[in-house]
């Protein structure tokens, strides 16, 4: 009977798991595996601790074997003699019950020895997490069908691999796609952390090793008794995966919850207050991994207030976390938001080496300094921050962003890897010699004895982790190349895909191919030639607003104005940044000729008829890279569309519908930043598409009854720059207009607004024939920040498909507002096949 039931759990685990929530650890069956000579029949993992990363790897190992293989195997926590038994432990463990292992001699902290070669699977670790990392690396192997024999050491490139989750205490996420908090609710730390454990294990099998469970622009009150306690709750729950805790403080903690007088960092009082929490929280979670601090940035307190340098803030936190081992990671992300725009020597992306270049080797040994990828904000494109070519004698992580919030909110398909491995893999020339981003931040390059990696994950409830099926090779590729930054995009992606899909070979090439064209669509209907993403920087960060980069204090530039665009960043003319790199780089950038297209309004300010490398001038390409990318987006739903009898429905309509509104949000973007460059610069594109809709009847101009015109802002977040809402907010309006389009199939599609705060409902009609009805209710569904206004995160499509259409019908559109959603509408396009208007 109990074999029953634990057979029928499994099953049910693994059938559940079509939902997300099993990521790449759903161990489904592999059929040519079945009969392998190679099957172990033993598990024996040399712990019995149940909190040891080692014994959760037996428990590990019997579950994927199961999974993998339908066969349920014994774990033993004795050493024993015995062939055909997988048997996982420390290299002292291993080598005290079996004798020394010369293959393993290498190994090094984290590390470990997996060899399938003999009659018996070893799998050792240099330390406990170690053989964990070594145990789900086999199990990844067998899910993927391999059982090539095999025998290796891998040891991690750096010692710091942590997320870090901008989890709020009132449960929300900053910046986060994927529902509510798995750590906090309501100002404490949850009862029941089993998800949080749940998150452990996926990060453990992608060895990552520490996460920071709460916002940067942290709350003092995570400090409280009852929250260190929650604190203690959650390390508990995380660390048999071998991941450890860490926080964000709040530099005016002493003050704002220890009712000091002040928060100075030289302030005895001040330094004993962290002292003595430091102390406190040690004491209930003591492998606490450190700190994280964000100080004088977007409006946080830090030690500038009392004229301290960055450096004496950072090393009070280093003195008090030292004696536990623990680390403080700095945050390089510091600049004043208020600058002129008037100034044009003025540059945020100079902020980076002006507050912390002179602090280089001011730093406690146990401080790293953490460096955001770009020397502004997660855009689709930014070189290599030049701090990292500057700081010869601090230990450095770079800081890449898992969740997508410059980058589509994860309902836009984006594989980041590529771009991830651009940025460390750019070579800075420090003292003339290669120094390799990916180098540098290893600790490698400077010697420097901590360095890694920051990856800013925020996964919430959902339970697709992210939000999104697809973005969660995201989180998979960020862990294998914190691991290993040489690995392949390509590669880890294709391992990712098939834990997750499968093995099937079309599965593969198609995910394959969306994916790695995904960063290059998404860059190219967003902002090109490094003039950054685009989006609108003043409210939510989904949908484009170039205008909202300028003319605020924010500093995320463009300089666009009628004949001229892009942020002159040379020594010779402009803010100096390109000064900023070692020499031989900074070379490069300071010449236009040299300066790679995908970077060239990042340095350089050009007219828009400026001839890039490939002949065409900077707004063609403009118009026609907006055209290309929306048209990738449109061919990613027809590539999904052809999955459909390979990938589990609950999946596979997931993804559909996501693909589906990126097609539509895509055209939006591509509308929109044309639009609003074709009408800054009055230079036509040569194709001329840009301005000209042969296929839409605009809301506008169509027989309005209940509705009215409404202009919207931005403007070109509108064809036309006008959509129709109703007159009130509770009768339905009809909009109705003449066909003139010759009889024939069309795919019609209605472009609308979905903003939050109501869910109209629309009816569309040909004649007497229902075509569709559809509610405004993506807020529901999608996961992206939500908009209040018209505007180009709310701008949406949807299509009807093959709609027979007769010249002279009637089409009508009648839109039931309902909240303060006024059932707005923007235009129809009648599509004949292949067109995509
Ligand atoms: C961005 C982001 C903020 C975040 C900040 C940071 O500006 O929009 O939400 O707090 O980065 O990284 O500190």
């Known amino acids: 009977m109990r ?34 000579r190679l099957l172990p029949a033993a598990i024996i993992a040399l712990n019995s601790t149940k909190s040891s990363p080692v014994y959760t790897a037996g ?76 145990a789900f690396e086999y199990l990844s192997r067998l899910a993927q069908g391999d059982l090539s024999p095999t025998s290796f050491i891998s040891n991690p490139q750096a010692p710091i691999r942590w997320t870090n989750e901008w989890n709020n205490l009132d449960g929300s996420i900053e910046r986060g796609y994927a529902g509510p908090s798995i750590f906090f609710r309501d100002g404490f730390v ?64 002493p003050r704002d919850l220890g009712g000091l007088s002040s928060f100075d960092p030289l302030d005895p009082k001040v330094d004993a207050w962290w002292m003595n929490i430091t102390t406190q929280i040690y004491a209930k979670v003591p492998d606490m991994i450190g700190y994280l601090v964000k ?72 401080v790293v300094v953490q460096i955001k990828y770009g020397p502004i904000d997660f855009q689709v494109r930014e070189p290599a921050s030049p701090l990292f070519g500057a700081l010869h004698n601090t230990s450095t992580a770079i800081e890449l962003q898992v969740t997508q919030e410059y980058l589509g909110h994860q309902c836009h398909l984006v594989y980041l890897a590529p771009l991830w491995k651009e940025i460390l893999g750019s070579d800075l020339r420090a003292d003339s010699r290669s120094s390799k981003v990916k180098d540098i931040v290893s600790g490698s390059r400077f010697k420097r004895p901590l360095g890694g990696y920051a990856g800013v994950v925020n996964v919430g409830t959902n339970s697709t982790w992210l939000g999104s099926h697809l973005a969660m090779s995201n989180l998979y590729a960020y862990g294998r190349l914190a691991w290993d930054a040489s690995l392949e995009s390509e590669a880890i992606l294709q391992d990712w895909t098939r834990l997750t899909f499968g093995l099937d070979q079309e599965v593969l090439d198609t995910i394959t191919d969306m994916s790695m ?5 998404y860059e ?17 960060h989904f949908g484009p607003n170039p205008a909202s980069q300028d003319n605020n204090g924010w500093g995320q530039w463009t300089r666009a104005d009628k004949a001229s665009i892009g942020m002159d960043r040379t020594v010779k003319n402009g803010t100096g940044n390109a000064g900023h790199y070692p020499p031989e780089v900074a070379q490069i950038y300071e010449n236009i000729e040299t300066t790679p297209d995908n970077l060239l309004l990042w340095f350089h300010h050009v007219p828009y008829t400026q001839r890039l490398k490939s002949g065409k001038t900077v707004i063609q390409h403009f118009y026609d890279a907006h055209y290309e990318g929306a048209d990738t987006a449109q061919a990613f739903v027809r590539q999904w569309e052809s999955l459909k009898s390979k990938v589990d429905n609950e999946r596979w309509n997931h993804i559909m519908f996501r693909q589906t509104f990126q097609a539509g949000h895509a055209l939006v ?25 042969p296929y839409r009847i605009e809301a506008e101009q169509m027989s309005l009854v209940g509705y009215k015109l409404y202009s919207v802002n931005p403007f070109h977040a509108a064809s036309r720059h006008t959509a129709i809402v109703t007159n009130s907010n509770s009768s339905a309006g009809i909009a109705t207009a003449n066909i003139t389009f010759v009889s024939g199939t069309y795919d019609v599609a209605v472009n609308y607004y979905d903003i939050i705060g109501g869910k109209a409902r629309y009816q569309l009609e040909i004649d007497n024939r229902t075509i569709g009805k559809w509610t405004g209710n993506l807020e529901d569904k999608l996961g992206h920040a939500p908009s209040i206004y018209l505007d180009g995160h ?20 009648t839109g039931q507002p309902n909240g303060m959603e006024p059932a707005p509408i923007d235009y129809i396009s009648f599509l004949p096949p292949g067109v995509v208007d």
Do not use: C
């Open 190 to 253: 949850l009862e029941n952390v089993t998800r949080a454990a749940e998150y452990a294990r996926l990060l453990a099998s992608i060895r990552i090793n520490g996460i920071i469970i709460n916002n940067v622009n942290a709350n003092a009150t995570l400090l409280t008794a009852r929250n260190i306690e929650g604190l203690a709750r959650l390390a508990d729950a995380i660390r048999p995966y071998g991941i450890q805790l860490g926080i964000s403080l709040n530099f005016a903690s």
């Open 59 to 134: 428990q590990e190992l019997r579950d994927g074997i199961a999974g993998i293989f339908s066969k349920e195997l014994n774990v033993s926590t004795q050493a024993r003699r015995t062939s055909s038994a997988v048997i996982v432990g420390t290299l002292t463990a291993y080598t005290n019950d079996y004798g020394d292992l010369e293959d393993a001699e290498d190994l090094e902290e984290d590390g470990f020895f997996l060899s399938t070669e003999q009659d018996q699977v070893v799998i050792v670790g240099h330390n406990e997490r170690g053989a964990l990392y070594g």
């Open 517 to 521: 064209k995904s960063w290059p669509a």
């Open 295 to 366: 100080a004088n940035s977007e409006g946080q307190p830090g030690p500038l207030t009392y004229n301290r340098t960055l450096a004496d803030g950072a090393n009070m936190f280093a003195r008090a976390v030292r004696p536990y081992g623990g680390v403080v990671m700095f945050r390089a992300f510091v600049y004043d938001n208020h600058i002129s725009p008037a100034n044009w020597k003025a540059d945020r992306a100079n902020a980076q080496l002006e507050f912390f270049q002179h602090l280089d080797g001011k730093f406690d040994e146990n």
């Open 794 to 813: 709310s701008a949406t499509r949807i299509t009807f498909k093959g709609v027979e259409v007769r010249h002279g019908e009637t089409v009508r559109i």
């Open 524 to 540: 190219n209907y967003s902002g090109n030639l490094g003039i950054q993403t685009l989006t609108d920087i003043l409210y939510t």
């Open 669 to 693: 973007w591509r509308d929109s930043i044309n639009q609003f460059y074709h009408n800054l610069s009055e230079i036509p594109d040569e194709s001329k598409r840009v301005g000209n809709h």
């Open 3 to 36: 074999l029953f039931l634990s057979t029928l759990l499994l099953a049910s685990r693994l059938v559940s798991a079509e939902d997300g929530s099993a990521a790449w650890l759903r161990y489904a069956p592999v059929t040519q595996a079945k009969n392998s």
